[in-house]
């Protein structure tokens, strides 16, 4: 029996789940960092040395909690991963132009993926997404040891050309934001400070998560180089400086102090997922009819489940028969 505003529920546990998410609701709209997107500025020092991009993703990392409903460590290693597609792919070039980070480091939560578009826009999954194991000594989640520390991580930039852009670098510590320093510092020869972030409270659901992306220009001086890690050392974890209430401008003038800048543009990215029955259709259609009709299930039913969005997709037998061109070879 669903619950209602004004009818009689009788199941006691519909009531306490319809209470825990009116007061859950109720607290999202008395939180200021419960916004309904993520929010990113990109600044630039006036001496042109040097570009940063801050962002608050709780709304993003909030959301793909809502999808997958991963552990903690999970969430927090999908977070930053999707926090750092995010920004990265605002520095894509094109409109049309996309980004995918994969890492895998052999650890229990697999492969973890995240795809973002030229705003910014992301989505993303892990492999597996409910792994438990102990907190680090310092207390925090423990995401090096889930993601693992032997494998790669990938970035490929897909421009619209037959082949995309494929770069990859050692996993340096499964942590995420040190792995996306060394790529960039080994992989594209850019000078990048990475900070990301994401704090899970004990109910599992997302209370702040965000980053910084630091890069050097061309030609920049050696002594900003000095004064950026500085002022990066010194520097508060970004979830306690969005959980302090902090603003992004403000964390950019912290990470940015002693440079004056002024902030470029600003972005409101989302947890967006593009995926639709057609661009299912359009992979079968490119299968082999003998690999395509092992599909279906005793009842002639494929089913599609959505990596990113966990959308479900049916199709029949004869649907299938049909999107591959090929005669039903008296299946009606
Ligand atoms: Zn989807």
Redesign the pocket.
Known sequence: MAPSDEGVIIDLDIIRVYKLNYYKDWLKNLNPNRNKTGRVIRCITKDASLIAMVMDSTAIVAEAERIHRPSAVVTAGLGRLLTAASMMGLLLKGKDDSLTIKINGGGPTGTVMAVSDSGGNT?GYAVNPIVEIPLRTDGKLDVGSAVGKNGLLYVMRDTGGSEPYIGCTPIVSGEIAEDITNYYANSEQIPTVCALGVLVNPDLTVRVAGGILLQLLPFCPDNVIDRVEKNIASLDSMTSMLDGGLSLEKICGRALSGFEFEVLDEYHPIYR???SRERISRAFAAMKTEELMQLPDEKGITEVT?H??D?VYHFTRDELLVLNKKPAEGNN
Do not use: I, P, Q, T
């Open positions: 989505r997922c593009g995926c959505c990113f969005c959308k």
